[in-house]
Each structure stands twice: as C-alpha cells, then as structure tokens.
C-alpha cells in the first residue's frame, strides 16, 4: 500500500526527449491507467517508476521517499510483463517464490503463500509444471502470481494483456480488476487498448507524441475529450468528425446544412465536429446519408455512409434495422462535441 | 530443412565426389594405415613389419607412464576448459554491460582465434621466456621462473598458451548465448529482488547451460586434439615429460623414436576418443533441436 509520486521525470535518449516533465501523483490503492498509441512514452515512464530505466532528470517518490537512484531490486515493486517474462528453467511454484526465496522468507511461509496464491488465480493443480507447459492465459496468471505473492507496495502492468486472444483478454480484464480492486494496491497500468483503459482505471492519462493530453477518470474523458485525438482514441466504435464553419450559435456543414449548437465559440471560424455513432438519431427528416456498409452484430448494427458532401459518417443503432440505400440522420446539438479544427483542442461547451 | 530433388543420381554424386575423395585421401586412408600398423611390430630399421595383433595396445596399457600421460592429459584438458570457459564467460559478461564501443571490444577480443596454434605458441614464449621473453626476464629475475626447468611452470604455460587462444571462440559463443537470454527474464529477476550475482547464478547461468554443453565438448577436443602445435613450440613436451600429453607422446614415440607400432596405438586410442566426444555432441546437438 502506497502513494506514488513522480516530480518532472524526464528521459531523453541523445537528442530524442521521450519524456519531458511527467508529474504525477498516486493516491494508495489507486489504479491509474495510461494510455496511448505506441511511441508516446508510457512504456519508458513505467520503466523508470520499475527502476529498469534511470532517468535524466525529476524524483520518483513512494510513499514519500525518494527511490529515483534506487536499484529495482530494492523497490519493492512487482511488475506484470507484456510477454510475461517467467523464468523459463523453473516451475510454476518456484517461479512464483523467486522474489520470497531471495529475502530468505521460511520454507514454510513460501510454501503457505504459494498455495494460497495459486488459490487465488487458479493454479493449483500447474504448480510443478513449467511454462512452456501453460496456456497464455495460465502464464498471464503465473505472472500475476509472482507479482501479487510478496504484497509489493505497488503493482506495475506493462500491456499485460496484448499477447492473449480476444475472448481471453476480456476474461482477464476483469481478473486483474478484481484482484486490485480486492488487494488495494496502488496500480500504474499501461496499454494502447482503449477498452482495457475504460475499464481497468480509476483515473486515465491519455498520452499523445510525447504529452499528456487528458488527465480524468474514464468516463470524463469519455463524455468529455480534451482533444480531437483523445475523442477518437477513446470509444467504440470511434467517433465521427465533420468539418464545419461556426457562424455564431451556427455550425454549418460542408454540405450547407446549419445546425444550431447551444454555445457560441467567438473567435473560432472553422471548427471540427464531433458525434459518437451511437448518438446519431435516425429519422425521416434527417439528413440523407448514402449507405455503402451495413454491419449486423446481433445487439447492434453498424451502419457506414456518406453524407451528400462526402463527410464519411457511422452509425451505431440497437437491435437488428432494415436498411435502405438512404438512411436520414440527424445530429443532435447536444450530443455534438466542438473542436478547434487547428489545433484539436475541445471548445469550452 | 530444405531438400532438393535430383533427377537423376549422376549430378549429384559429381557434386559430393570432390569431398568424398579429400575425406577419403586425408582422413580415411591414414587412419585405415593407422589402425594397420597399430597391429604390427616394425624393425629398428624399418625394414619389415609383423602382424602382432593387440600386442601394442596390451604394451601400452600396462605401461605405467602411458597411464600417467592420460592422467597428465586429463589434468591439462581440464585445466584448459576451466580457464578458457571461465574467462570468456566473465569476458562475455562484461562485455554485456559496456554500451560505448562494444562492436570494438567484441572484434578484438575475437582476434586471437585468427592465430595459428605454433604461433600461438611463439607469442607466449616471447612473452614469458626466462631470457629473451619479455615478462619472463622479470619473472626469471623475481620469482625464479624458468619453464624449461620446473614441470609445473611449464605445464602453467602450456595451459596459458592453448586456454588464450580458446577464450575467443568461447566468448563468441557466449556473447550470443547471453544474448538469447530474453531481457525481460532478468529484468523480472530485478524486480523480484534479485541483485548481481545471485541473478546470474539462479537465471542467467541456467539459461546459458545449452551454451555451456556444447563448449564443454569443443573444448575438451580442442585441447586433447588440437594444442599439439603450442605445446610442442613451447616446451617439446618438456621438461622431461612435464608436459607430455598424449598427443605429443604419439608424435614423439613415432616421429623421433621410431617406435611405429606403439604410435600408432596411440594415435588409435584417440581416435576413439574424438569418436566418443563427437558422438556425445552430435546426441547432444540432436536433442537441442528436438
């Protein structure tokens, strides 16, 4: 149990500056999941609170103490890795002890928290077997056991869950949430998979090129993306944009239609809109839209099409719907998200 | 593996003729004449020869400084593989943790396998000949070295001159060994608490011991077989027979004392041991792949 801090963390490699000025802070038992597409810096910030990176300059602090110039092994911090990274020449038991074994923990104690772990995740009968004996999902457990074993004060996840099939990874999802949820320890979790964000964090740091762009919990950043790029990354299927001229409390698409949104944005002339599929209203005197896609998924179907300028539009509905060639939509203004269409960066609504 | 398809059988018997024909001329016909005259007993002279079964093999082994030229070789051999392993793994380790440089370290410390095992030799002896060696004046001059008067200094050097040449291609095998140990493993170690040294002994070394086998066997064939060149620069197997191994025995019992018959026994008894090791490799070779 612990609070993690992290005062401007900086790490360039020779002139390529990965990280510029993170600071962070941790409350005890928080799950904070960062989240981005590869190259935005969430691996290497995880690998300098792990200690396996050092950085150029900034403090690391759990709980309080300063642990930047701290070897890794003296952290205390147990980290899940994308690969799993078991100890392939031992077995799922010893693997599993490794880290009690080098404290010199009693051979009864480790022998208690093994089976009590392997009780926890599932694994009692694969105890003496090796990992290349295991399934993914078995790994992924056994990994997790290592982790959770020596009650480290924090938990570090590097994509723990992007070398397991779909079904596997939803299953897991929910396995290492409860498992945090139940242990309270505080969490630093790190994925390019939006789903896994939404639904693995108390609080999500969406990283874009090397920034952090939004820092709330997932449904704020859900309801209200910061930017255009956090509104397309998060939620999906993701969401559309439309290009639009702001003509006071009006936003007129390229087609000429004007719709009337409930804030004027002074100063903004041209502006990007945005609208999840599932919040556009199908209706007989919306706007045509030409269907050129139609994709049922039993509890909902997916609708893709142009509207009359050419502005490619999805539609999300519940339930199965006959479609035509034409569907008519409408957008309604208080589902519509209003970007800068320079910069992406949302306008105050 | 690929396999090719011939259609017919001429081409490919042309193709592996010309192997075929080295193998038999160097390898199959001398060691054929060997096994033959192993059996024979030859006069002072040369002159004749006769048929005396396994007289020579019965001579040998029951004589007692055959034996201890075994013993002598056993001691050699092991000394050799200990230090030219030992060093190249600690080589091979360090190497591992410098970031600046390292393809220079790497190509120079690969170097010494380019040298031919006599000159091999010649380079130690200028370097630590009680007269005109180098270091071997100081020594001389100190510590009273002088290999071609004490045995075990002697053997000292001999193990020296033939471990060097071997660090290199150990080192090559254990750089890429070492390189096979997936990152993330000791990264997980380091997490898990484990510091230097512990780490290396229980993850990095286990998961280097295919490496480890397989130099085992190359070395103690290197060494058995292949420092006759070193040795005999060095010391001729000298003083008396400090540094007699089996394969400078062969060479002296039927090069300089013209004893035939019992060299080639001799050189029979290893051949059976080179059968023996490649044998053991190939097995060992074969389950890796499995």
Known sequence: ?349 | MRRTIFPGWLLPAALVLPQLALTVVFFLLPAGEAVWSSLTRTDPFGLSSVFVGIDNFNDLFADPLYVETILRTIGFVAAVCVISMGTALLLAVMVEGVVRGRGIYRTMLIWPYAVAPAVAGVIWLFLLHPQIGLLGRWLNHNLGWDYSLNGTQAMLLVILASAWKQVSYNFIFFVAGLQSVPRTVTEAARMDGAHGFYRFRTITLPLLMPTVFFLIVVNVVYAAFDTFGAIWALTQGGPGKATETMLVKVYRDGVINLDLGSSSAQSVVLMVGVIVLTAVQFRFMGKRGK
């Open chain 1, 1 to 349: 149990m612990a609070t993690l801090q992290l005062d401007g963390l900086r790490k360039s490699f020779g002139s390529t500056h990965i990280l510029q000025g993170v600071d962070l802070s941790l409350a005890d038992g928080e799950m904070l999941v960062i989240v981005g597409a590869s190259g935005c810096g969430k691996s290497t910030l995880l690998r300098l609170v792990a200690g396996l990176e050092t950085p150029t300059s900034g403090s690391v602090l759990l709980d309080g103490r300063d642990i930047t110039k701290l070897d890794p092994a003296a952290r205390d911090i147990a980290m899940v890795f994308q690969n799993y990274a078991l100890y392939p020449h031992m077995s799922v038991a010893e693997n599993m002890s490794y880290g009690l074994r080098i404290r010199g923990v009693p051979k009864d104690t480790i022998r208690a928290k093994v089976e009590a772990t392997a009780g926890l995740l599932g694994l009692e009968k694969l105890l003496a077997r090796r990992p290349r004996e295991l399934s993914g999902g078995q790994r992924q457990r056994v990994a997790m056991g290592r982790a959770i074993i020596r009650d480290p004060k924090m938990f570090l996840f590097d994509e723990p869950l992007s070398n397991l099939d779909a079904a596997l990874r939803v299953q897991m999802r929910a396995e290492i949430r409860r498992l945090q949820r139940r242990l309270g320890v505080t969490s630093l979790y790190v994925t390019h998979d939006q789903v896994e964000a939404m639904t693995l964090g108390d609080r999500l740091l969406v990283r874009h090129q090397g920034v952090p762009v939004q820092f709330a919990p997932p449904m704020e950043v859900f309801a209200r993306p910061a930017t255009a790029y956090v509104a397309g990354f998060i939620g999906a299927p993701a969401m559309n944009f439309l290009p639009a001229t702001l003509d006071g409390h009006n936003a007129r698409l390229a087609s000429g239609h004007a719709i009337a949104l409930p804030n004027a944005h002074p100063g903004h002339a041209s502006v990007t809109l945005g609208i999840r599929p599932e919040n556009v209203v199908v209706t007989p005197n919306g706007l045509p839209m030409t269907v050129d896609l139609v994709e049922p998924l039993g509890s909902e179907t997916l609708v893709h099409g142009r509207l009359a300028d050419g502005t490619p539009l999805l539609v999300k509905q519940s339930g199965a719907m006959p479609v035509g060639e034409v569907l008519y939509v409408d957008l309604p203004p208080a589902e519509l998200h209003v970007f800068d269409a320079g910069n992406g960066q949302r306008l105050a609504a």
